[in-house]
């Protein structure tokens, strides 16, 4: 026989009064450190959730720091036998799709001219054509492609290094851990790329600086060129030959290589800054600008509107020169003219 019970109105009012308060108030969290690049991250949630994010971010360098032996990346760059993993054919099929929509100028599989140059394992005293030459027949992002979840090379001599993305892919990953939680306010900040949803703990929107682009292989300038204002969910992604470079008989050798060409792109940009709704997209195309150089990007830049662009550059006389699109004018704080 069933029996039916219940509690009086004022202890019902009582627990469910004692249950609510239990819930910890939400409140605005600051994470940071160093995990191979350092990153800076706020939130608003009822707890920290470091460990969940440290987790995330080692799940994404196990996936694609080619440095890592064991790597996902690693082991496709020694033609082992595996079944890569979710986030990397992500991953893979994005750089894909920038890869069409820039005609080859962006290229994960240009691995190997980074390497020559210096900028990747091993390290040159001089480059020559010949040299350029020998690695041509294995890059070219139309030699290698996934089916079900092997990466098929055409020639096992293929190396990809997705760096040029990587930091906005963090990014993403991170935002999507929040975003799982329901979390509404965050910013998201990964060696120097940006992701950002809704405000900051004062109400407003999130504020970025972007640096002018002196010479700076040490990143100890901070003087800024331009104040970004954003709000809603925004990925930012700054591309600069200001860090990444050495000096060689004068002349200055940049990170930003043309796969086409096999050489440094040497383009009079400075910086390329995109906002995209993803920082990875974002990241992609700013590398990518950096490569082709103002007007080519321009003709990309008119086939997505979407992306919301801020190129700095050098005129004649050395003097720096902002040009941006109409969305982008919208997010700056303060326009240097």
Same mark, same amino acid.
């Given at each position: 026989?069933?029996?039916?019970?219940?509690?009086?109105?004022?202890?019902?009012?009582?627990?469910?009064?004692?249950?609510?308060?239990?819930?910890?108030?939400?409140?605005?969290?600051?994470?940071?450190?160093?995990?191979?690049?350092?990153?800076?991250?706020?939130?608003?949630?009822?707890?920290?959730?470091?460990?969940?994010?440290?987790?995330?971010?080692?799940?994404?360098?196990? *996936?694609?720091?080619?440095?890592?032996?064991?790597?996902?990346?690693?082991?496709?760059?020694?033609?082992?036998?595996?079944?890569?993993?979710?986030?990397?054919?992500?991953?893979?099929?994005?750089?894909?799709?920038?890869?069409?929509?820039?005609?080859?100028?962006?290229?994960?599989? *240009?691995?190997?001219?980074?390497?020559?140059?210096?900028?990747?394992?091993?390290?040159?005293?001089?480059?020559?054509?010949?040299?350029?030459?020998?690695?041509?027949?294995?890059?070219?992002?139309?030699?290698?492609?996934?089916?079900?979840?092997?990466?098929?090379?055409?020639?096992?001599?293929?190396?990809?290094?997705?760096?040029?993305?990587?930091?906005?892919?963090?990014?993403?990953?991170?935002?999507?851990?929040?975003?799982?939680? /329901?979390?509404?306010?965050?910013?998201?900040?990964?060696?120097?790329?940006?992701?950002?949803? /809704?405000?900051?703990?004062?109400?407003? *929107?999130?504020?970025?600086?972007?640096?002018?682009?002196?010479?700076?292989?040490?990143?100890?300038?901070?003087?800024?060129?331009?104040?970004?204002?954003?709000?809603?969910?925004?990925?930012?992604?700054?591309?600069?030959?200001?860090?990444?470079?050495?000096?060689?008989?004068?002349?200055?050798?940049?990170?930003?290589?043309?796969?086409?060409?096999?050489?440094?792109?040497?383009?009079?940009?400075?910086?390329?800054?995109?906002?995209?709704?993803? *920082?990875?997209?974002?990241?992609?195309?700013?590398?990518?600008?950096?490569?082709?150089?103002?007007?080519?990007?321009?003709?990309?830049?008119?086939?997505?509107?979407?992306?919301?662009?801020?190129?700095?550059?050098?005129?004649?006389?050395?003097?720096?020169?902002?040009?941006?699109?109409?969305?982008?004018?919208?997010?700056?704080?303060?326009?240097?003219?």
């Amino acid at each position: 026989m069933k029996h039916s019970y219940l509690l009086p109105a004022g202890l019902s009012f009582f627990i469910i009064s004692l249950l609510i308060g239990c819930k910890q108030p939400e409140q605005y969290f600051k994470v940071a450190g160093i995990l191979h690049t350092p990153y800076q991250i706020q939130f608003c949630y009822t707890e920290s959730l470091e460990d969940e994010i440290h987790a995330e971010l080692q799940r994404y360098y196990h *996936c694609l720091n080619p440095f890592d032996s064991t790597s996902v990346i690693s082991q496709v760059n020694r033609n082992k036998d595996i079944e890569v993993d979710d986030l990397f054919v992500e991953v893979f099929n994005k750089a894909k799709e920038v890869s069409e929509q820039t005609n080859g100028i962006y290229d994960i599989t *240009c691995a190997p001219f980074i390497n020559l140059w210096g900028f990747g394992f091993s390290k040159n005293d001089s480059v020559t054509p010949a040299m350029i030459d020998s690695i041509r027949a294995f890059v070219g992002y139309q030699k290698i492609r996934l089916e079900g979840k092997k990466v098929i090379k055409d020639d096992p001599r293929i190396l990809l290094n997705c760096s040029s993305l990587g930091d906005g892919c963090s990014c993403e990953v991170i935002a999507r851990l929040f975003d799982s939680k /329901g979390i509404e306010n965050y910013m998201i900040d990964i060696g120097g790329e940006t992701t950002v949803k /809704g405000v900051n703990p004062k109400g407003e *929107c999130w504020r970025i600086g972007i640096t002018k682009p002196t010479d700076d292989p040490m990143g100890v300038n901070q003087e800024l060129q331009e104040i970004v204002q954003l709000c809603g969910r925004h990925g930012l992604a700054t591309s600069g030959d200001y860090r990444n470079f050495y000096i060689k008989d004068g002349k200055k050798y940049a990170h930003t290589i043309d796969p086409r060409t096999g050489y440094p792109a040497g383009q009079p940009i400075l910086s390329a800054t995109i906002v995209a709704a993803d *920082c990875m997209t974002a990241d992609a195309y700013a590398t990518a600008f950096m490569a082709m150089g103002r007007e080519e990007a321009h003709k990309i830049l008119q086939q997505h509107p979407e992306l919301e662009y801020l190129f700095i550059y050098a005129d004649e006389n050395g003097d720096f020169r902002t040009d941006y699109s109409e969305g982008f004018r919208k997010h700056l704080v303060s326009v240097n003219k």
